[in-house]
């Protein structure tokens, strides 16, 4: 599965990652790893946006692994 | 939790948050704040280096008690919502120089993103000059990250890195308790405060600090960002917190007419030059710092106090930069720009052309 690393990084930057990537995939999976919960926030709103759904967001380390998809 | 943890980050939670802002903002100012700046993150971090005699601007000097509150308003929303995340190491310096060159372009203005959407919202007509040069600022900076402008990762760190800024706010509210305004005195202990201008004028200390911490909770809770706002419009036509900088705007604007606090104008606004130019221009610098630090002053005392040290340090960064700004003649007066504010405008918007060019990383 496609991987975003956007832990540590400052907005709107996690968000700017996980678009490119999903305009990049168009459809699938994506991992996207953040930091913070307005990331989580951020990203969720972002990929719904653009018709991807949130399938998991599971805490990981001090942040958070999410998956979003796209059928 | 989690339901309680999404209301304030919901389109109608941003709304609440500046609507809530913008009926404490204009109460202030009817609780002795000066006039269209019930809340001003850039005029009392100002007035805070006053305080401290960073500059010797008599007529701005006064530790504004909202500031503290919002640091610390944070932080506790922070903690209650098991969101504290201690954090720092994304390019410090760079933090710093972006944070007091912010407040060197707001200074040209006179205010903040807050206290534009404030002046406009009590009629002050020359606002629509800086937040125009806000956008512009904004959007010059949105190129540069499109174009991979990055500061680099933050990484975890200590709690107590986290908590750096949040002390360092306590022990001015100490100082402030310790030295109390005496009236008609410049000076009381260590602390410097104003007898006449902007810096007397204020809701008191209580009131001023119960607001802070209601706006800094709300405002972490819901990410409330005036720069944001306008990023997010330009670059991913996205209204979420556009909406809640609008709720403000309007909210403010009713306020006033219900308090009588409503004068429209261009002329003789209060703590507010005529110079359009200028008032854009200064904008300009500070809308293109806030987007290269990655938030607006209000936004980077939130982040400070949920732990993220790079915040932290653009705070320090505007407070030492209104220090720079009053000592060398580059802020704004009601009679107009500084004898130095054309080559502080310059200045600044060179200084965040070279940050932005030059940090920048192909994209992965």
């Known amino acids: 599965m496609a991987l975003v690393d956007a832990r540590g990084l400052s907005c709107p930057q996690p968000v700017l990652l996980a678009l490119g990537e999903m305009k990049k995939l168009g459809t699938g999976s994506l991992e996207i790893l953040v930091d913070t919960d307005t990331s989580v926030e951020n990203v969720t709103r972002a990929a719904e946006s653009q018709g991807w759904n949130v399938k998991d967001v599971r805490p990981e380390g001090v942040g958070y692994r999410m998956i979003v998809e796209k059928a | 939790m989690a ?102 372009g707001a200074l040209v203005f006179l205010g903040c993103p807050w206290r534009a959407l404030l002046r406009l919202a009590g009629g002050d007509g020359n606002a629509i000059f800086g937040i125009a040069g806000l956008a512009f600022g904004i959007w010059i900076g949105t190129l540069f990250l499109k174009s991979g402008y990055t500061l680099g990762r933050a990484t975890p760190t200590y709690p107590a890195v986290g908590w750096l800024l949040t002390l360092t706010m306590l022990g001015f509210l100490t100082l402030m308790l310790v030295f109390p305004q005496v009236p008609n005195e410049p000076k009381s202990g260590v602390l410097f405060y104003s007898v006449k201008g902007p810096g007397s004028q204020h809701a008191p200390l209580v009131v001023s600090l119960l607001v802070g911490l209601a706006v800094g909770f709300l405002a972490q809770r819901s990410r409330f960002c005036t720069m944001g706002a306008l ?134």
């Open chain 2, 3 to 104: 339901a309680v943890k999404n209301l304030f980050a919901t389109r109608w939670g941003i709304i609440g948050v500046g609507v809530f802002i913008g009926v404490l903002a204009t109460l202030l100012q009817k609780w002795g704040n000066p006039a269209n700046m019930g809340i001003c993150v850039a005029c009392f971090d100002r007035d805070i280096a006053g305080a401290l005699g960073l500059h010797r601007a008599e007529v701005v000097q006064y530790m504004r008690p909202e500031i503290i509150g919002f640091v610390l308003g944070s932080l506790i929303a922070a903690y209650a919502f098991r969101e504290f995340r201690p954090r720092a190491g994304s390019a410090p310096i760079v933090r710093f120089v972006l944070g007091a060159f912010a407040m060197i």
């Open chain 2, 231 to 364: 990023r997010d419009l330009i670059l991913f036509r996205q209204v979420h917190l556009f909406s809640g900088m609008l709720a403000l705007l309007v909210t403010a604007f009713v306020m006033n007419l219900l308090l009588g606090q409503f004068h429209p104008g261009f002329e003789k606004q209060p703590v507010a030059h005529t110079m359009g130019l200028w008032n854009f221009l200064g904008m300009t610098v500070a809308g293109l710092a806030f987007l290269l630090g990655g938030g607006c002053p209000g936004r980077q005392l939130f982040l400070a106090g949920e732990g993220d040290g790079d915040a932290a340090l653009f705070v320090l960064g505007m407070i030492v930069g209104a220090g720079f700004s009053h000592n060398f003649g580059m802020a704004s007066s009601p009679s107009g720009i500084g004898p130095y504010g054309v080559a502080a405008v310059v200045t600044g918007l060179a200084v965040c052309l070279f940050i932005g060019f030059t940090m920048r990383q192909k994209a992965a």
